[in-house]
């Protein structure tokens, strides 16, 4: 004669098809959020991670490319976005996206802890700043030693003919970086004088890189002595022992804010706020100045090994992101005209 289950054991299965039903509904209730990034790879993680632990209804989706592709991508996209939200991205772009009416306006909570400085000027702004990044020269001290090169201190040093083919720069139609240098060398010297220095730079330059870590990383490896890049990676490159020295030019640096921003259209703008709202908080700074000398809310940067005390006021006066998103695609234009012809090939 076949026994019937027992009551605990009828319990026990009840209780496990019930716990079950609620995980399905929570997940069914978990709201994705497409995030378009240009952070630096090493770092998305640790936002991700405590973005979701904040918010465990919010499971984020990154999709990160240089600053060059997703420009490119959310213009494509601009009748129909794919990103809820856009992190970490040049404010010279965001300004540009902003000019095309493509982002909300949105302040988000704790805004008034902000450095405004590093935020769009209007009210409610189109944008938000997290850190500041600017040029840097990373020069392998054991490359040029055997070469027997001289140690640069302004942009227009690395003109001098001894450079030629020792240089390695980021593509500007790509990389926000290299878009950061002709737009700070354009507004720093007029027109004129900069494309008469990129000129001559470009006699010097081996190729151009799709990526603004690269010619660091280059430099780093010694496969070229000498890379224009960033303090970010800069900062890396030094912490990790690679015989790299972090040179700031004399004229001044050009430099540019990661920012996040809120598209017009997005499919989950209440998800895309809270992460925007989280991205201004002491928690997600805190993570900034694990990696950044500048970030926007005071206090939470901390010192970075070869970056001076001083770093700030090195940064070139007058940075107008308005100016630089209207010229962006003339500048580009007329440098693709002049020196695309050295850029590597993209994979």
């Known amino acids: 004669m076949s026994r019937q289950p027992s009551l605990t054991a009828a319990c026990l299965a009840a209780a496990l098809a019930s716990a079950a039903l609620a995980c399905q509904g929570a997940h069914a209730q978990q709201t994705v959020l497409t995030v378009y990034t240009a952070l630096e790879p090493e770092t998305i993680k640790f936002y991700r991670a405590a973005f979701e632990k904040a918010h465990p209804d919010i499971e984020t ?6 600053t060059g592709v997703i420009t490119s991508r959310l213009l494509a996209e601009a009748a129909n976005p794919k ?55 990373c020069f392998n001290t054991a490359e040029a030693a055997k070469l027997n090169l001289p140690k640069p201190s302004s942009w227009k040093d690395l003109a001098n003919p001894v450079y030629k083919g020792k240089i390695v720069m980021p593509h500007p139609g790509s990389s926000g970086t290299g878009y950061l240098d002709v737009s ?39 496969e070229v ?12 490159e030094i912490r990790s022992g690679k015989p790299v020295a972090a040179v700031f030019p004399s004229e001044g640096l050009g430099w540019d804010i990661e920012a ?25 700074n805190a993570i900034h100045g694990n990696f950044f000398t500048i970030v926007a809310y005071p206090g939470q940067a901390k010192k970075m090994e070869g970056i001076p005390d001083n770093y700030e006021s090195l940064l070139m006066k007058k940075n107008d992101f308005n100016w630089a998103a209207k010229n962006r695609d003339r500048l580009i234009k007329e440098w693709n005209k002049r020196y695309g012809a050295k850029a590597e090939a993209k994979s």
């Not at 494309?195 to 603004?212: C, I, P, Q, R």
């Not at 002595?225 to 890396?236: T, V």
Request: hydrophobic content about 45%.
């Open 61 to 66: 989706r990154w999709e990160r490319e240089s």
């Open 83 to 137: 990103a809820d939200v856009v992190v970490g991205l040049a404010a010279s772009t965001l300004a540009l996206l902003a000019q095309d009416g493509m982002l909300m306006a949105y302040e988000p909570k704790g805004f008034s802890q902000l450095n405004p400085a590093y935020a769009d000027s209007a009210r409610p702004p189109a944008w938000v700043g997290n850190d500041v990044y600017g040029a840097t020269i």
């Open 184 to 222: 700070a060398w354009v507004q720093m010297w007029g027109e004129k004088e900069a494309w008469k220095f990129m000129d001559a730079l470009h006699e010097n330059v081996a190729y151009y890189t799709h990526s603004g870590s690269k010619p660091c990383k280059l430099a780093g490896t010694g």
């Open 225 to 236: 002595p000498i890379g224009i890049s960033f303090d970010f990676r800069a900062g890396l």
């Open 260 to 284: 996040n921003g809120i598209m017009k259209k997005a499919k989950n703008p209440d998800a895309a706020r809270k992460l925007v709202d989280w991205m201004a908080s002491k928690e997600a």
